[in-house]
T-cell receptor, first 114, second 113 residues
Framework: KQEVTQIPAALSVPEGENLVLNCSFTDSAIYNLQWFRQDPGKGLTSLLL?????REQTSGRLNASLDKSSGRSTLYIAASQPGDSATYLC?????????????FGKGTHLIIQP | DAGVTQSPTHLIKTRGQQVTLRCSPI?????VSWYQQVLGQGPQFIFQYYEKEERGRGNFPDRFSARQFPNYSSELNVNALLLGDSALYLC????????????FGPGTRLTVT
């Protein structure tokens, strides 16, 4: 059974810093991995999707990398802003595709101090 | 284009009652998935439907059921509600059942008293 772990559970940094959020998964046979942000009491907003054949994806100030062999993904946020404050979740999809659904970590609660 | 929509936004039910939650996917998306998110945890997979057929089921009891309609909208039904069913129920849509991004709706907050 796939298990996804996110470290750290919470992070508070001053505005302007570059930061890295970590995601690890126990079964490297994933189909793809997706990063989301969630604002309090709200739904999930998709940030980046990395297919198993890809090493990284970039969108604006966000860069996500994937290392299947080590079971790790990182989300890099450049020049952080107070509006980046949210919970960030990573989720893997197993080799069974849709039958597996997404397996989520518990998230990293990020606070950017103005 | 409108995103994924869910109704109702909030719901309060009593133990033992039944509830139906609704989801409309993004136009053109044929896959709908349901997730349960308990406070402080990541979402857990309940069901996936693609082209009106169940394609995946998570580790949830038979009290949970779902269906997808010809217009690709979906309903999630929960019978014999328990206090532990209190959660945010999220619906996600996608072009297909596995390879494309999942886009989530705002969720339905269910409280069971």
């Amino acid at each position: 059974k796939q298990e996804v772990t996110q470290i750290p559970a919470a992070l508070s940094v001053p505005e302007g810093e570059n930061l890295v959020l970590n995601c690890s998964f126990t079964d490297s046979a994933i189909y793809n991995l997706q990063w989301f942000r969630q604002d309090p009491g709200k739904g999930l907003t998709s940030l980046l999707l990395i297919q198993s054949s890809q090493r990284e994806q970039t969108s604006g100030r966000l860069n996500a990398s994937l290392d299947k062999s080590s079971g790790r993904s990182t989300l890099y946020i450049a020049a952080s802003q107070p509006g980046d404050s949210a919970t960030y979740l990573c989720a893997s999809r197993g080799p069974g595709g849709g039958a597996d659904g997404l397996t989520f970590g518990k998230g990293t609660h990020l606070i950017i101090q103005p | 284009d409108a995103g994924v929509t869910q109704s109702p936004t909030h719901l309060i039910k009593t133990r033992g009652q039944q509830v139906t939650l609704r989801c409309s996917p993004i136009s053109g998306h044929k896959s709908v998935s349901w997730y349960q998110q308990v406070l402080g945890q990541g979402p857990q997979f309940i069901f996936q439907y693609y082209e009106k057929e169940e394609r995946g089921r998570g580790n949830f009891p038979d009290r949970f059921s779902a269906r997808q309609f010809p217009n690709y909208s979906s309903e999630l039904n929960v019978n014999a509600l328990l206090l532990g069913d209190s959660a945010l129920y999220l619906c996600a849509s996608s072009w297909d059942s596995y390879s494309y991004e999942q886009y989530f709706g705002p969720g339905t907050r269910l409280t069971v008293t």
